[in-house]
C-alpha cells in the first residue's frame, strides 16, 4: 500500500459532538481527496485537496469542512456529527506530476453517531 | 463530466475469464479510462488505466473501443479473491482533478 494512514480506524461519539478525522501521506502527493461510503451509494466526494490550503467541494459537502496546513495532512471535521453521517470515510492521494497516475487510498475510518 | 455505466453484478466461474464492461459514451478526447476495485470493507485498489490503446499489466487487461465509447475490463483467470465491486473511471481533464465512483459492478467468482 502507498503510505497513506488514516486516524482513526474506528469512532463511536455523540450528536452534536465534533469529531475531526485524519489523513496523513508520507508520498509527498499534492491532491488528497476525502470519501463516504454508504450502502447502496458507492464512493461519494465530500472534500479534496490540490494543494497546500487549496480545497474544494465535493457532492457531498454540507455539515463538513477540511483543512490542509501542510503537505501530508488532510483533515477531515465534523462541526456537529448527525446520524445521517454514520460512514465509512476514505481518504485517497495522487500525484501531480502527472495527471494521468492513479489514486490511493487509505484503509478507512468507521464513523458511528449515536 | 463524463460518465460511466456499469452492469450492477455479475457472477464468473473461478478459473474463467472475467469480463467486465463500461459504457462511456460522453468521452472526451483527452479523457483517460480507469478501473479500481474494492473488496469488502477495504479501501478502493487501482488495476489498471489506459487512453485509446489496450493495456495489460499483471492484474488485467482493458480494451477500449476505437470510438472510444466503451471499454471491457477483463481478468483473465478469475479467483475467488477478484470477489469485489470494480469501478469503472473517467477521469476528469485539465486542472479539476475530482475522482468521481459510479455504483460499480459487483463481481462475485463462484468456485
Known amino acids: 500500500d502507498a503510505g497513506i494512514t488514516q486516524s482513526p480506524r474506528h469512532k463511536v461519539t455523540e450528536t452534536g459532538t465534533p469529531v475531526t478525522l485524519r489523513c496523513h501521506q508520507t508520498e509527498n502527493h499534492r491532491y488528497m481527496y476525502w470519501y463516504r461510503q454508504d450502502p447502496g451509494h458507492g464512493l461519494r466526494l465530500i472534500h479534496y485537496?490540490?494543494?497546500?490550503?487549496?480545497?474544494d467541494k465535493g457532492e457531498v459537502s454540507d455539515g463538513y469542512s477540511v483543512s490542509r496546513s501542510k503537505t501530508e495532512d488532510f483533515l477531515l471535521t465534523l462541526e456537529s456529527a448527525t446520524s445521517s453521517q454514520t460512514s465509512v470515510y476514505f481518504c485517497a492521494i495522487s500525484d501531480h506530476r502527472a495527471w494521468n497516475t492513479e489514486a490511493f487510498f487509505g484503509q478507512g475510518t468507521r464513523l458511528t453517531v449515536v | 463530466d463524463a460518465k460511466t455505466t456499469q452492469p450492477p453484478s455479475m457472477d464468473c466461474a473461478e478459473g474463467r475469464a472475467a469480463n467486465l464492461p463500461c459504457n462511456h459514451s460522453t468521452i472526451s478526447g483527452n479523457e483517460y479510462v480507469y478501473w479500481y476495485r474494492q473488496i469488502h470493507s477495504q479501501g478502493p485498489q487501482y488495476i489498471i488505466h489506459?487512453?485509446?490503446n489496450n493495456e495489460t499489466n499483471e492484474m488485467a487487461s482493458l480494451i477500449i473501443t476505437e470510438d472510444r465509447k466503451s471499454s471491457t475490463l477483463i481478468l483473465p483467470h478469475a479467483t475467488l479473491r477478484d470477489t469485489a465491486v470494480y469501478y469503472c473511471i473517467v477521469r476528469v481533464p485539465s486542472n479539476d482533478y475530482k475522482l468521481s465512483f459510479g455504483a460499480g459492478t459487483t463481481v462475485t467468482v463462484r468456485a
Open positions: 489506459g487512453l485509446k
Open positions: 485537496s490540490y494543494g497546500v490550503k487549496d480545497t
